[in-house]
């Protein structure tokens, strides 16, 4: 009788770890942020699907001047603010590989927010 409670233990668990591996987030399959070595510039990949935002409030370092890129698939409209010293406003459509460019002026701590889906994409630490 023990044996039976334990298998049948053995059993749940093992379809209960084959139901979590099967279920698949959709904006965990967004590309990290990357650095592209050519022109020095970060370019952060954000995707918008299903209501999910990824990243999902991502740290990343930059320093004053270097060109930040974010590239976009969403199938909403938002608005993605850059709160910097230039700040910055990007309108983003339902749609794949949209491109926003910008730098930052001023060293310090930039949030880049989602602003109809209030979600904070990434903090930039920006150094001079």
Known sequence: ???ARHWGALVLAGGLLVAGCAFSDPAADAPPATVTGESDSLVVAVRIAAGSVSPADVRLE????RPIELVVDSDTDDELHVHATPEHTFAIAPGA???FRFTVEVP???EI???HARRTVATLLVRG
């Open 1 to 3: 009788m023990a044996f």
């Open 62 to 65: 930059t320093r004053v001047g």
């Open 97 to 99: 590989g949209q491109r």
């Open 108 to 110: 310090g701590r930039v």
């Open 113 to 115: 927010e989602l602003h």
